[in-house]
């Protein structure tokens, strides 16, 4: 199953990664979830990725959106 996301959850800062020196800058990335052996790929996912070390900060808000219309989406086909 693929969902993408409204482009509009774009993040419109920047901002230091925890672990290198480097910036985080506003992408947008894609994410498998896997519930129930159900895989769920999410595309247009907004996330701060690091330009060196490259990894991704996704927003707290939108993985609890992204884990709530997954648990909706396996109940509904449960
Ligand atoms: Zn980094």
């Known amino acids: 199953m693929v969902f993408s996301l409204p482009f509009s959850l774009m993040i419109n800062k920047e901002d230091y990664c ?3 020196d480097g910036i985080a800058k506003p992408t947008l990335v894609t994410r498998t979830f896997e519930r ?3 895989k769920f790929e999410y595309k247009n996912i907004p996330a701060l990725v690091c330009n060196k070390c490259g ?5 707290g808000e939108t ?6 219309e997954i648990a909706e989406e396996v109940f509904a086909t449960a």
Not at 63 to 68: D, F, G, S, T, Y
């Open 63 to 68: 993985v609890i959106k992204i884990e709530r």
């Open 18 to 20: 925890e672990f290198c």
């Open 36 to 38: 129930h052996g159900q």
């Open 55 to 59: 990894e991704a900060y996704l927003d």
